[in-house]
């Protein structure tokens, strides 16, 4: 694809807030996180990964992964490509990014989506991620959402 460079951070960086929430503000409708919002995921998690992409200076792509070393489960936090950028295999990019970290860190791998984000349902279907539970208001009032797992049947 195009001329993009690739990014990962699991150290704090102060430019890091403001990179995610640029990005959520043009990818997400209700879903935004704020830079404080961000910056507050950061204090929350100790361990965390940000995979981004950038073309000319410009971050198009960016994803968020967080993880327990005990309990060896990731969770797949935020992933949102600029809406030009779309359907050209960014998305797949990220989710490769963070799946092959967390297959060394991790037995399984979660996320949630909304029940009629298409997009990302495809794209979790596709990498063989199970729809495991069923959530009533997971974004707010009659926001349901799915819970999705995969095993990585890595070493753990
Ligand atoms: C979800 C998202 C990150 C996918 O990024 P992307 O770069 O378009 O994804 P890719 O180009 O890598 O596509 C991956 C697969 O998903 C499918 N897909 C992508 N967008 C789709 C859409 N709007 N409808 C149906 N399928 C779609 C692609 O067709 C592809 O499968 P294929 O290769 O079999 O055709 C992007 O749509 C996005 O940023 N959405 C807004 C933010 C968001 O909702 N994030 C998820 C929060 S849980």
């Known amino acids: ?7 990962t951070a699991t150290e704090y960086d102060s430019s890091l807030p403001k990179m995610l929430a640029t990005i959520d503000a043009i990818c997400f409708d209700t879903d935004k996180m704020q830079e404080e919002e961000w910056t507050a995921f950061f204090d929350k998690h100790k361990s965390w990964l940000v995979v981004w992409y950038e073309l000319e200076n410009r971050p ?6 967080c993880w327990s070393s005990h309990a060896q489960i990731a969770y797949l936090d935020s992933s949102a490509v600029l809406p030009e950028y779309q359907k050209q295999g960014l998305g797949q990019l990220l989710l490769d990014d963070r799946l092959s970290y967390a297959f ?3 037995t399984v791998i979660q996320a949630h989506t909304r029940t009629d984000n298409t997009a990302v349902i495809k794209l979790l279907s596709k990498n063989n991620f199970k729809p495991i539970q069923y959530v009533p208001d997971f974004y707010g009032s009659e926001e349901d959402g799915i819970l999705w797992s995969l095993r990585t049947g890595c070493r753990g």
Do not use: E, L, T
């Open 1 to 7: 694809m195009m001329n993009v460079i690739k990014h």
């Open 104 to 106: 060394d860190i991790a």
């Open 60 to 65: 198009i792509a960016a994803a968020v992964m």
